[in-house]
């Protein structure tokens, strides 16, 4: 069981606007930054959110992060089909002194 | 290009060994940081191992402590990972990971993955 938590799906229907949340502790987003990956069936995860709230290039801005205290999350707004994937929140733990990854969300567009 | 590309996947038998490896293609290799992560089949993401650019400095996940052994050779743009005692939850798709520039852990750049399976 990872120790950031996600709900393990979550769904929304075209332009709807769908919030996943990723829930952790003191060690890991109380202290440090959080990611999000998207991942499609059979592919390399995608980074999607960085140092909590940062897009990399190419990442539409309907895809948003926030963090309060140990709490993270990401807003996708304007719901299209092709974001229905697995998106994992991660973040660095000082108690593992690793790398710690949500157990991910399965989002489904209807 | 930026790539990366990894290979040394296969069937081991329990308490095999097996060596991944993962050329690095299109930047600067030498200069990043670069991380091991697996999944296993139709579960999620496992932080592995973590290597700093000049292979100094190396963390590991307590599941694969004193049994995997994460490195790299820069003049070959090569990361490795040595794998011993293999055991049937090592059972996943390996992927190598390059994090954004002047950062550790923010994975921006994954290889395909290279599958390992531990069956007798």
């Known amino acids: 069981q990872s120790v950031l938590t996600q709900p393990p799906s979550a769904s929304g229907t075209p332009g709807q606007r769908v919030t996943i949340s990723c829930s952790g502790r003191?060690?890991?987003?109380?202290?440090?930054?959080v990611r999000w990956y998207q991942q499609f069936p059979g592919t390399a995860p995608k980074l999607f959110i960085y140092r909590d709230s940062q897009r990399p290039s190419g990442v539409p801005d309907r895809f948003s992060g926030s963090k309060s205290g140990t709490s993270a999350s990401l807003a996708i707004s304007g719901l299209q089909s092709e974001d229905e994937a697995d998106y994992y929140c991660?973040?660095?733990?000082?108690?593992?002194?690793?790398?710690?990854f949500g157990g991910g969300t399965k989002l489904t567009v209807l | 290009e930026v790539q990366l590309v990894e290979s040394g996947g296969g069937l081991v038998q329990p308490g095999g060994s097996l060596r991944l490896s993962c050329v690095a293609s299109g930047f600067t290799f030498s200069t990043y940081w670069v991380h091991w992560v697996r999944q296993a089949p139709g579960k999620g993401l496992v932080w592995v191992s973590r290597i700093s650019s000049d292979g100094s400095n190396t963390k590991y996940a307590d599941s694969v402590k004193g049994r995997f052994t994460i490195s790299r050779d820069n003049a070959k743009n090569t990361l490795y990972l040595q794998m011993h005692s293999l055991r049937a939850d090592d059972t996943a798709v390996y992927y190598c990971?390059?994090?954004?520039?002047?950062?550790?852990?923010?994975?921006?750049?994954w290889g395909q993955g290279t599958t390992v399976i531990v069956s007798s």
């Open positions: 990971a390059r994090p954004l520039p002047e950062t550790k852990n923010n994975l921006d750049v």
């Open positions: 003191n060690s890991n987003i109380g202290s440090h930054s």
């Open positions: 991660a973040a660095w733990d000082d108690s593992l002194n690793g790398l710690l």
